[in-house]
């Protein structure tokens, strides 16, 4: 198990063999996850667009962009008239 000490500025090192594990390097992006007594350094995305993408589709409902684009399409058809 690894320590580090937080600095006066709340910085922390993060020791060597899990930077190279998990591929932190100057620049990385990380997501800090509250578990209640825990707290986990996670890499985030490169790209959270992206990382997104698509994360809905396993709940199998219906898809809520083609009711609004439908229910425009009738406000639209409503204002025509």
């Known amino acids: 198990m ?13 020791p060597k063999k899990y930077r190279e594990k998990y591929g932190f390097k100057p620049g990385t992006k990380v997501q800090f996850i509250d578990y209640g007594n825990i707290l986990s350094i996670v890499p985030g995305p490169e ?11 396993h709940l199998g409902g219906p898809s809520l962009t083609r009711e609004i684009v439908e229910e425009h399409r009738q406000e639209r058809e409503r204002e025509e008239r």
């Open 2 to 14: 690894a320590t580090a000490t937080v600095s006066t500025k709340g910085w922390v090192v993060i």
């Open 47 to 57: 790209d959270p667009i992206e990382a997104a993408y698509g994360m809905l589709k």
